[in-house]
């Protein structure tokens, strides 16, 4: 839709988050009622558009505790291959009962694992990175999982 795409940053955000908060909660399970794909879009979204303050806000309690705080989170995400970050697309999401994180150790409940594909600026030509991502459930909403590079290797 070429009206949303022209809209400022912060109006495509604000209209982003107001359309999934405004969801309905389902049986008052544990399960956040919101799309985890939405989630891991908006958190790029705004690391991509220089707002790390509320793409930390995004992150679960642990990440933030391990990154220690928004700015250091936010000096890590102005390097220059995010700043060439063009786009992200979520293939597939699965819902995990629970999930051990095989870098931190971490047993986690309600996931939802995603298969993304992340589109790249490389100058002459675009590159696509697919990853597999988690995010969990905290206080009722999906929370991205980031870490700082050295704490995957610290244990």
Known sequence: DTAVASRPLRDRVRAMVAAHDG??????????SGNPAFS???FVELIRGGQHARAFALLAPDCQRRWGSAERFATAHGEASLQRLEGVNVVAV????????P???????QVAELDVEYSFDAGHRRVQLSRTVHLVAFEGR?????????????S
């Not at 699965?94 to 994180?101: G, Q």
């Not at 999906?142 to 610290?154: H, M, Q």
């Open 23 to 32: 969801g309905q909660r389902r049986g008052g399970g544990v399960r956040p």
């Open 103 to 109: 870098d931190q150790g971490d047993l986690h409940r």
């Open 94 to 101: 699965r819902h995990l009962e629970e999930w051990v994180d």
């Open 142 to 154: 999906w929370r991205s999982l980031s870490y700082p590079v050295e704490a995957a290797f610290a």
């Open 40 to 42: 891991e879009a908006l």
